[in-house]
């Protein structure tokens, strides 16, 4: 049992330095972007669903709403602000078209995570909360994680993956293994179902 744990904090802090680099692995794409103050054919649809994802992951994992899973908080939090900030980044070099796509985008998803939030506080309690958080959590964390698919439209159109970055294709691989096998190993469905 005790190897149980140590195996659950030891994935969570795998989970963390590949989130991480995942959350990091953007700033090739954005440096790309300030330096040409264009956001040429990326699309900011991946950073708005990644934000919505670790708004709702950062709340799912408080005390609060779900016991022993802090790790998840404290990674979700950091990408939270380092996704936020790719969002602004890509709102201020967007063309006029994309930019209100955008902003549109981050409306629902602001006013999604609002809701999850103050639903979760104001009328649910315990298990209730855990569960209906968990829910929202990993319907758009499956969603973050399938967003980068919007992207093979462009690769297969172009025939060229230069919009496709390796490393963020590598670490979304490398986080989401670390948090299943953490999710298997804290018995938690709603991280382990999230990334698989």
């Not at 700033?27 to 300030?34: L, N, Q, S």
């Not at 709102?91 to 609002?114: D, H, N, Q, R």
């Not at 104001?122 to 209730?128: E, M, Q, S, V, Y």
């Given at each position: ?8 904090t030891?994935f ?30 990326f699309s ?54 994309e ?47 399938g ?18 970055p ?15 096998v953490?999710?298997?190993?804290g018995?938690?469905?709603?991280i ?5």
């Amino acid at each position: 049992m005790a190897i149980i744990k140590i195996l659950h904090t030891l994935f969570g802090i795998f989970g963390n330095i590949t989130g991480l680099f995942l959350f990091l692995a953007p700033m090739i794409t954005f440096k790309r972007v300030i330096m040409h103050k264009s956001t040429e054919q990326f699309s900011g649809i991946p950073y708005v669903m990644t934000l919505l994802n670790c708004l709702l992951s950062t709340w799912y994992g408080l005390p609060f709403v779900s016991p022993n899973n802090m790790l998840v908080s404290i990674i979700n939090g950091t990408g939270a602000g380092l996704e936020a900030f790719y969002v602004l980044v890509f709102l201020i070099f967007a063309p006029k078209k994309e930019k209100a796509k955008i902003s549109g985008i981050l409306c629902v998803v602001l006013s999604i995570f609002s809701t999850v939030a103050l639903v979760s506080m104001l009328a649910l309690h315990g298990n209730k909360r855990k569960v209906f958080s968990g829910f929202a959590a990993a319907i758009f964390s499956i969603i973050m994680y399938g967003s980068p698919l919007s992207i093979m439209r462009l690769v297969i159109k172009t025939k060229s993956v230069e919009y496709m970055p390796f490393f963020l294709s590598l670490f979304v691989f490398l986080c989401g293994t670390s948090w299943f096998v953490y999710g298997l190993l804290g018995k938690d469905p709603f991280i382990a179902v999230s990334t698989l």
